[in-house]
Nanobody
C-alpha cells in the first residue's frame, strides 16, 4: 500500500503563486511516476503535470510555462509549483502515484483562484 498526503492548497488572487506538496509513504519502491491532476466542478479530471522517476516530465498545454513539477527523493515528496495562477486554475488538485497495476490517489486539495 502507498499513502499520499497532499498539502498546500488555498485561496490566491489571479497572478499569485502556490506550491502543492504530495508526500508518499508505504510501499513506495513500486512507484515509477507521480503526477498532479485536477478536477473543476462539472468537468472531468485532467492531467496537470507528471514526472517519471529518472525520466521526463510532461505538462498540460494550459499550464506550460507557469507550473513546474519536481521531486525530492530524500523526502519522498513531489511538488507542484504554480505561478501566474488564473481563475481557470481553480479546482481540486489530486496527486497520483503510478505503479504496475492500479495507481494510488491522494485525497485532493482545493485551489481557488479568485479576486
Amino acid at each position: 500500500q502507498v499513502q499520499l498526503v497532499e498539502s498546500g492548497g488555498g485561496l490566491v488572487q489571479p497572478g499569485g503563486s502556490l506550491r502543492l506538496s504530495c508526500a508518499a509513504s508505504g510501499s513506495i519502491f513500486s512507484i515509477y511516476a507521480m503526477g498532479w491532476f485536477r478536477q473543476a466542478p462539472g468537468k472531468q479530471r485532467e492531467l496537470v503535470a507528471r514526472i517519471i522517476f529518472g525520466g521526463n516530465t510532461n505538462y498540460a498545454d494550459s499550464v506550460k510555462g507557469r507550473f513546474t513539477i519536481s521531486r525530492d527523493n530524500a523526502k519522498n515528496t513531489v511538488y507542484l509549483q504554480m505561478n501566474s495562477l488564473k481563475l481557470e486554475d481553480t479546482a481540486v488538485y489530486y496527486c497520483r502515484a503510478d505503479r504496475v497495476g492500479t495507481p494510488y490517489w491522494g485525497q485532493g486539495t482545493q485551489v481557488t483562484v479568485s479576486s
